[in-house]
């Protein structure tokens, strides 16, 4: 088997973008590497990146619990990114999925974040001749412990780098963590929830333990009720003119058998639900950002920012930390979750 070799892409000091970055070039693997290690490698045209996988995210081979960060950093600067960083360092994560990442700081991020590798979606990626700024801030996935088995973009979506997908694991257990970004509708128009679905339908394939983090830009409806939530591109939406929308990825129409994880601890802890409906009776959730803010304007609470479970992850609890999030420079809530890959949905515990 052959995979794309790109040492920089898991660098913790990442080359800086340029017009003339190269796709990465295939090579052999090299004979440290052991597939037993990473059963789910695929050779489906994504590009990916491969790296020997000796050990887990932890040094204590009894421990599957990990703490998951997802943000969008809203492309900050050098400073603003140190003060973000010092942010992640205090939260602990093992994971960090990270959305809007300015490759100019990122490499500041991740020092004050004390991570030891990361993973930026640019790195991987074929630059085109009429790029826009905007794609050079793209996604990214740090964490602490050893660097991913492998990392790669999903090839057959168009603009493919905002989803980062890496293979890691925790003791001895594979799992896939992915970050993800969709595009303003504002601004791309269909372009999101046909990139929405593609994921979807990627996801819908899979059959092994496996998060995300993403900055969804939706839903429009954050109901109690998930059958009642509404995304901005729903199926049956006019402008899609027949084409599927994005519930098919983040509301109840979805077709892949992961769980938003704020829901699925919710679902455990009836008193904190049942708090919820008495003090924000029309939603959201919990607020992760806020559209239309302006200076003499709070704008309007919305929860874009969520953490996505497999059925082998257990949620052990979840915060989102808005005020902390815009203290720090965004205007996104850090969503942290801890997850436990010990027992299955079935044996899920109050905590």
């Excluded at 989102?320 to 420079?329: C, D, F, N, P, Q």
Aim: proline letters at 7%.
């Amino acid at each position: 088997m052959e995979c794309c070799g790109n040492a920089a892409a898991a660098d913790i000091r990442p080359a800086a973008y340029s017009d003339d970055d190269r796709k990465p070039e295939c090579v052999a693997v090299d004979q440290a590497y052991n597939p037993t290690d990473c059963p789910y490698i695929v050779t489906d045209g994504t590009l990916h990146h491969c790296i020997p996988c000796d050990a887990g995210l932890h040094s204590d081979e009894n421990d599957k619990q990990v703490r998951v960060v997802s943000w969008n950093l809203h492309n900050r600067s050098r400073r603003a990114a140190k003060g973000q960083g010092d942010l992640l360092r205090e939260l602990a994560p093992n994971l960090m999925l990270l959305q809007e990442v300015n490759p100019g700081s990122s490499e500041v991020l991740a020092e004050a974040a004390g991570a030891d590798w990361m993973v930026r979606a640019i790195d991987l990626r074929t630059p085109v001749p009429n790029d826009a700024p905007v794609r050079r801030c793209g996604v990214a996935i740090a964490g602490r412990g050893l660097r991913p088995c492998r990392s790669w973009l999903l090839g057959e979506i168009p603009q493919s780098e905002p989803i980062l997908l890496i293979e890691t694991k925790t003791e001895r257990t594979p799992f896939i963590a992915v970050s993800y970004h969709a595009p303003p509708g504002v601004t791309y128009g269909i372009v999101k929830p046909r990139q929405a679905v593609a994921f979807a339908s990627w996801l819908s394939t899979q059959n092994v333990p496996l998060l995300f983090g993403a900055d969804a830009n939706t839903p429009l409806v954050d109901a109690f009720d998930f059958a009642n939530t509404r995304t901005h591109w729903h199926t049956g939406y006019r402008r899609l003119h027949g084409e599927e929308g994005d519930d098919l990825l983040f509301g109840p129409g979805k077709v892949h058998d992961l769980d938003d994880a704020l829901r699925r601890w919710l679902a455990l802890h009836p008193d904190e639900m049942d708090r919820l409906r008495a003090s924000h009776p029309s939603g959201p959730l919990a607020i992760t950002h806020r559209t239309g803010r302006r200076k003499n304007s709070p704008g309007n609470p919305r929860r874009f920012d969520s953490v996505w479970a497999s059925r082998h992850w257990v949620v052990r609890h979840i915060e989102h930390l808005y005020e902390k999030g815009i203290a720090a420079g965004s205007d996104h809530a850090p969503v942290v979750v801890d997850l436990d890959l010990t027992a299955r949905s079935g044996k899920e515990e109050k905590t």
